[in-house]
């Protein structure tokens, strides 16, 4: 079992930053590919990034490519987003997830967070 809470949302202008926290308990967090999804209202929810357990491998989705960064923090149990150069186009509630394999699809996520919201004002 693995849960999840997720911090540092809030409201950036566009072009600002913002980074994402989330603190994991349960002693197998190492063992677990981890993700960041969002959903956006009246859309579905759709991957940002995701990575390994180990930490060398990431993927981004193209939206985000460049502009964000996860890391992971397998002492602490914890996982980040980095968030630069936010567009409006970004705001939605952000998710982070924990898979047993590493993936870029939301149903193979079995843990989810309760979701920070990130509002991007233009």
């Known amino acids: 079992q693995v849960q999840l809470v997720e911090s540092g949302g809030g409201l950036v202008q566009a072009g600002g930053s913002l980074r994402l926290s989330c603190a994991a308990s349960?002693?197998?967090?190492?063992?677990?590919?981890m993700g960041w999804f969002r959903q956006a209202p009246g859309k579905e929810r759709e991957i940002v990034a995701s990575?390994?357990?180990?930490?060398?491998?990431?993927y981004y989705a193209d939206s985000v490519k460049g502009r964000f960064a996860i890391s992971r923090d397998n002492l602490k149990n914890m996982v980040y987003l980095q968030m630069n150069s936010l567009k409006p186009e970004d705001t939605a509630v952000y998710y982070c997830?924990?898979?047993?394999?590493?993936?870029?699809?939301?149903?193979?996520?079995?843990?989810w967070g309760q979701g920070t919201q990130v509002t991007v004002s233009s």
């Open positions: 990575i390994r357990w180990s930490g060398l491998d990431t």
């Open positions: 997830a924990a898979s047993s394999a590493w993936s870029f699809k939301v149903p193979d996520y079995d843990y």
């Open positions: 349960g002693r197998s967090f190492r063992s677990y590919a």
